[in-house]
């Protein structure tokens, strides 16, 4: 278990990059750090494994206060974004590394080399160099390299990013599984929360330094907290339309829709649905989006369609073979949708 009690990091100059961090992640638990580029999460995990300093607060592992010790001391292995092998090793030599600094005889680092190996289809790679490694292979000569010290958890700063698109979905699903298999605590820093949403058990979406929100991919893709998170979550964006409460009704976008309790007359509010809980429809409706279909964005079985109204866009996802016309006019009818008044979801 890995419990973080007021965490904060400010660089020289007065850079907040960590704003009082509280967060427990469970043993065994696969824990995903996301959010934009200089949101902070590559800056938490570095502080985590020893890397950065804490200007203030407590790391605490298995209930032990490690926020003194050095990274060698704290029994993590991290893995980075470039994978960082030694290029003058071949892989049996990578692997066994970690085993090395801890003084462990060579036949018996050799060996856990060559059994670690084999648990990630490299055995017929061991005498290679990383020269000679695709980028795949090396992402799993560091992931063999991490897991041949038995860590008390993992920690994955992109260790995806540098793969092609196809590779990335296999290592996605290798890495899930693994995982599984080795029941290892993990914590795995990502902006692409396709990543994060298909591996994670739960994720914390961050900005500036701050977790907005923390939930089970469920949650946070079903209900985030707020705009931002609203905005950041989903394959394509979901839609945030402003609007406002008028005589027991919701004004939005051109649409006069249902009120929650909640909300009272004079009201202004964001109205958030995703584009895969609108239907498109070629008869006017009071109660959907109406606007002009301007772009057509195949998505392979489905087409992302945008509709256009007053200088505000639109965006309906529409099964293959159901796309409009561009400059036909259409009306976004939403499905399911969220609330949100002063940036806070309204229940």
């Not at 196809?166 to 890495?175: G, H, M």
């Not at 919701?250 to 509010?269: F, R």
Request: hydrophobic share 40%.
């Amino acid at each position: 278990m890995i419990a973080l009690d007021g965490l904060t990091k400010v660089f020289p100059g007065g850079v907040r990059a960590l704003d009082g961090i509280d967060l427990t992640i469970g043993d065994g638990e696969f824990f995903a750090l996301l959010g934009p580029s200089g949101c902070g999460k590559t800056t938490l995990l570095r502080t985590i494994a020893g890397l950065e300093t804490p200007t203030s607060g407590r790391i605490a592992i298995n209930g032990d206060d490690v926020t003194g010790l050095p990274p060698g001391r704290r029994d993590l292995a991290m893995v980075f974004q470039d994978y960082a092998i030694f290029p003058h090793m071949d892989v049996t030599d990578n692997i066994a590394y970690p085993l090395r600094i801890k003084k462990v005889p060579r036949a018996d680092r050799v060996a856990k080399a060559r059994e670690v190996a084999g648990t990630l289809s490299l055995a017929e790679l061991l005498d290679r160099r990383p020269n000679q490694l695709s980028g795949g292979q090396q992402q799993r000569v560091a992931l063999a390299r991490a897991i041949a010290c038995h860590p008390a958890a993992f920690l994955f700063d992109e260790p995806l990013s540098n793969l092609d698109a196809r590779l990335r979905l296999e290592a996605r699903t290798f890495l899930k599984r693994l995982q599984r298999d080795l029941a290892v605590t993990t914590v795995f820093v990502t902006h692409d929360q396709a990543e994060a949403l298909a591996l994670a058990h739960r994720i914390a979406v961050m900005s500036h330094g701050r977790m907005i929100q923390v939930g089970s991919p469920a949650e946070i893709f079903q209900r985030p907290a707020t705009t931002f998170v609203a905005s950041f979550i989903g394959s394509t964006p979901m839609n945030l339309l402003p609007g406002k409460a008028v005589s027991g009704h919701l004004q939005v976008a051109g649409a006069v829709l249902p009120s929650p309790a909640a909300v009272t007359d004079g009201d202004e509010i964001v109205y958030g649905v995703r584009p895969e809980y609108m239907t498109l429809s070629t008869a006017e409706r009071e109660d959907a989006f109406p606007g002009t279909v301007s772009v057509l964005e195949n998505l392979g079985t489905s087409t992302l369609v945008t509709l256009e109204t007053d200088h505000i866009f639109i965006q309906v996802v529409v099964p293959e073979g159901e796309e409009p016309t561009i400059g036909t006019r259409g009306w976004a009818v939403p499905r399911r949708s969220l609330i949100y008044r002063d940036d806070t979801l309204l229940p």
